[in-house]
T-cell receptor
Framework: DAGITQSPRHKVTETGTPVTLRCHQT?????MYWYRQDPGHGLRLIHY???????DKGEVSDGYSVSRSKTEDFLLTLESATSSQTSVYFC??????????FGPGTRLTVL | AQSVTQLGSHVSVSEGALVLLRCNYS??????LFWYVQYPNQGLQLLLK????ATLVKGINGFEAEFKKSETSFHLTKPSAHMSDAAEYFC??????WGAGNMLTFGGGTRLMVKP
C-alpha cells in the first residue's frame, strides 16, 4: 500500500470555526490531491499540487485553501467551516504514471 | 472537458452471477480510464486501468474491463460474483498524456450488492 496517512480521521466542529486537515506521504510523489466525497457525486477535486508551493484549484475549491511547504505534506484548510462542508475528505498522491493512490479519508462533521 | 456517467447507482446480483457495472465517458482527447473499488469506511483502491495499450484490461480480484472507443464505454465485468465483491465502484477518466497533473474525473459510483 502507498504510504499515505490523513489526520485527523474524524472531526466534529462548529460552523464558523477554522479547520485544517493534513495529508502526509512517504512515497516522495510529485502530485497530491484533495477530494471530497458526497453521496451521488462520487469524488470531486478540491485542490491539487504539482510540487512544493505549486497548487491549483479543482472543481469545488470555494471555501477551501491549501498549502504544500514540503513534498510530503499537503494541508487543506477550511477558513470558516459551513454545514455544506460536512463530507468525507480524501487525499491522493500520484507519481508520473497517471494512477492515483488514496488515503484512508477524514470524516468531517460541521454542526 | 471530460465527464463520466455510471448507469445505475445500485446493482444487485446473486452470488455466482455475472457482474456488469456500466461506465460511459466523454473526453476531448484520448483518455486514460480507471476503475476503483471502495469498501466500507476505507479509501479507494485501484482495480484496473486503461492507458492506450490493450483494450481488454484485467485487474485484481477477477475483474476486467473493455475499452470501446466507438461506444465511449469502459464497462467493468466479473464472471462470477463473490460475497466479498460487495462494495462501491467508481469509474474515472483522465486526459492521460494529453493533460497535466493527472487530473481524474469520477463518476457518481455504483454500489454493488451480492445476495447469497
Amino acid at each position: 500500500d502507498a504510504g499515505i496517512t490523513q489526520s485527523p480521521r474524524h472531526k466534529v466542529t462548529e460552523t464558523g470555526t477554522p479547520v485544517t486537515l493534513r495529508c502526509h506521504q512517504t512515497e516522495n510523489h510529485r502530485y497530491m490531491y484533495w477530494y471530497r466525497q458526497d453521496p451521488g457525486h462520487g469524488l470531486r477535486l478540491i485542490h491539487y499540487s504539482y510540487g512544493v508551493k505549486d497548487t491549483d484549484k479543482g472543481e469545488v475549491s470555494d471555501g477551501y485553501s491549501v498549502s504544500r511547504s514540503k513534498t510530503e505534506d499537503f494541508l487543506l484548510t477550511l477558513e470558516s467551516a459551513t454545514s455544506s462542508q460536512t463530507s468525507v475528505y480524501f487525499c491522493a498522491i500520484s507519481p508520473t504514471s497517471n494512477e492515483q493512490f488514496f488515503g484512508p479519508g477524514t470524516r468531517l462533521t460541521v454542526l | 472537458a471530460q465527464s463520466v456517467t455510471q448507469l445505475g447507482s445500485h446493482v444487485s446480483v446473486s452470488e455466482g452471477a455475472l457482474v456488469l457495472l456500466r461506465c460511459n465517458y466523454s473526453s476531448s482527447v484520448p483518455p486514460y480510464l480507471f476503475w476503483y473499488v471502495q469498501y466500507p469506511n476505507q479509501g479507494l483502491q485501484l482495480l484496473l486501468k486503461y492507458t492506450s495499450a490493450a483494450t481488454l484490461v484485467k485487474g485484481i480480484n477477477g475483474f476486467e474491463a473493455e475499452f470501446k472507443k466507438s461506444e465511449t464505454s469502459f464497462h467493468l465485468t466479473k464472471p462470477s460474483a463473490h460475497m466479498s465483491d460487495a462494495a462501491e465502484y467508481f469509474c474515472a477518466v483522465s486526459p492521460g498524456k494529453w493533460g497535466a497533473g493527472n487530473m481524474l474525473t469520477f463518476g457518481g459510483g455504483t454500489r454493488l450488492m451480492v445476495k447469497p
